[in-house]
């Protein structure tokens, strides 16, 4: 598994990011099977005092084929929730 672009964040901030990406890659693992590569790339799109959107990119590798998946949000945690969603829908 590899993660980029998530080094600005505070260390409780990465705990919660790796526990949320570690329960669904379990989950994926629990009901489609063992892949051979997750990346995800963070991209901060937007941001404002207010306001900060995030742009990711999921990339999974699974029995030699490639899935993609390309979510923006205004949350980060959503955002990571989303992507890694959608790639378990490419998947099947």
Known sequence: ?????????????KI???????????????????????SLHLKEV????KNQKYQLFGKMEMQGKIYTSEVTDFNL??????????LKEEIR
């Open 16 to 38: 919660i990011i790796r526990k949320l990406v570690g329960n669904q890659v379990k989950k994926i693992n629990d009901s489609l099977g063992d892949f051979d590569r997750l």
């Open 46 to 49: 937007h941001k404002t005092e």
């Open 1 to 13: 598994m590899e993660l980029s672009g998530f080094g600005d964040f505070d260390s409780s901030t």
């Open 77 to 86: 945690f959503f955002a990571l929730s989303k992507v890694l969603d959608k």
